[in-house]
């Protein structure tokens, strides 16, 4: 019981691309234009946001390519990603938490998949939820993963489990997950989603969480002008 009142609380980490025309959501484009989809976009990264400023935590770190703009909520930190593959700036992240919270635990969620519930987060980052936990692992449906969280961070580990992982391949997911089990961590699987990567993701997630601003902002943009809302 002792342990688990001094656990401390889990830093959270965003990485994100700032939702500029042309530098976000390409695979949106068509039917969408590169100013549509960067709205979506910024909608889809403000609701992952405001959604894990509901999950207790430490410190939020929001590990951006660009500038903030007026979808950044209080309450976040903003470092800049370094350069290099994505899969190297996943390392940096992990590397900035474990320097900034030593001893935390950290959690990376990416920006399409804003129907995650704040729920399915703070319970296994509980102190209680995490007891005996050494990992955390989200799968996304198309073979990637939209979450992963070490118990213990830092730089040697996370580019034991994710240095020169091929990024954004059907089997991006099962190279992480076959490095967590060579790693001998005991890793617990949060809910499979579907990340927003073209227009009938798009869909499927604004049926999934109607009230947020991705499928507000999905709505507006499909929704004939002059038609009944």
Do not use: N, Y
């Not at 593959?85 to 474990?98: M, P, T």
């Amino acid at each position: 019981m002792r342990a688990v009142l001094a656990a401390p609380p889990p830093t959270l980490l965003v990485i994100a691309k700032a939702p500029l025309p042309g530098r976000v959501k390409t695979r949106l484009t068509p039917p969408f234009t590169p100013e549509q989809a960067a709205d979506l976009a910024e909608a889809a990264l403000a609701d992952t946001l405001e959604t894990l400023g509901r999950v207790p935590a430490g410190r939020r770190l929001l590990v951006l390519d660009g500038e903030p703009g007026r979808w950044l909520p209080p309450g976040w930190e903003v470092l800049p990603q370094c350069g290099g593959a994505l899969d190297r700036r996943l390392v940096a992240a992990f590397a900035h938490a474990a320097r900034l919270a030593p001893g935390a635990p950290a959690l990376l969620v990416g920006m399409d998949t804003p129907q995650f519930d704040a729920a399915s987060l703070a319970g296994p980052l509980s102190p209680a939820g995490r007891a005996g936990v050494d990992a955390w692992f989200g799968p996304a449906e198309d073979g990637g993963f939209w979450a992963l969280g070490l118990a213990r961070p830092s730089e040697a580990l996370a580019r034991r489990l994710l240095a020169d992982v091929p990024m954004s391949t059907p089997d991006t997911g099962r190279h992480v997950r076959e490095r967590l089990a060579a790693a001998q961590l005991t890793c617990r699987q949060l809910p499979a989603l579907t990340d927003v990567d073209l227009a009938a993701d798009a869909h499927r997630v604004a049926a999934l969480a109607p009230h947020g601003r991705f499928a507000a902002r999905l709505r507006a943009l499909t929704t004939p002008r002059g038609a009944a809302r």
